[in-house]
């Protein structure tokens, strides 16, 4: 016997199972039957909440992107007595954990006629990796590690910046373009730790960029400047 629940509940949990599916097998190989059938509800009831599956994936979208920036707002997800750096280590290495869990529901979103709303899901995620990167730039001045007179604005630029780049670069290096921003950041990673120690005016390292990098391979020609 199905539960009755209440219709921002019903839907959540057919959105949550949809996403389940999509990280699990792709866009192309979920059917509306399957998600209903991981939810044990009738057709009727999932196109009650959503026209498609197109629909229902970009709720997936949203709620994955909602659940990407929590994680980093978690309180406990930071420690209050690390460093400033180590702070930034572990958000650039759970940013990249995270993107790399999450790359087909990103290359699918971008195959499907809803390319804007991906690239507003995708600003909403910078955004956030912003605003954290901030807080933690103007922590590293108490510390006395940065030089940093705009915290906010830099830690925009250093992001939104980066992303632009990062398709500059897919542009003029082809074998970039297999890469997702998470993994451009670690194989060039001396380069923009460089760039990084100058715009926060840092005289030492301090282990800036010092994280452990993701499981995949990098092609030789796509390493340094270009």
Do not use: W
């Amino acid at each position: 016997m199905r539960v009755s629940k209440k219709p921002e509940e019903r839907k959540l949990e057919i959105t949550e199972a949809a996403l389940e599916l999509f990280l699990e097998k792709g866009y192309e190989n979920v059917s509306v039957k399957e998600i209903t059938n991981k939810v044990n509800v009738a057709a009727g009831l999932f196109h009650y909440y959503f026209h498609s599956k197109e629909d229902v994936f970009m709720e997936c979208i949203r709620l994955d992107r909602q659940r990407f920036i929590n994680e980093f707002n978690d309180s406990d997800y930071f420690p209050k007595d690390m460093s400033a750096v180590d702070k930034i280590n572990l958000l650039l290495s759970g940013t990249l954990r995270n993107i790399l869990a999450r790359t087909q529901l990103v290359k699918d979103g971008m195959n499907i006629n809803n390319a804007m709303l991906v690239e507003q899901v995708k600003d909403g995620v910078l955004g956030g990796i912003a605003d954290k990167l901030a807080v933690f730039i103007t922590q590293g001045n108490e510390e006395g590690i940065f030089e940093c007179k705009y915290p906010q604005a830099t830690a925009e630029i250093a992001v939104f910046g980066l992303n632009h780049h990062f398709m500059r670069e897919q542009q003029r290096n082809p074998s970039l373009r297999k890469y997702l921003l998470g993994e451009y950041v670690f194989i060039d990673r001396e380069k923009l730790h460089n760039i990084f120690m100058n715009m926060l005016n840092m005289k030492e390292p301090q282990g800036l960029f010092d994280f452990e990098g993701p499981d995949f391979c990098v092609d030789t020609d796509t390493e340094g400047e270009n």
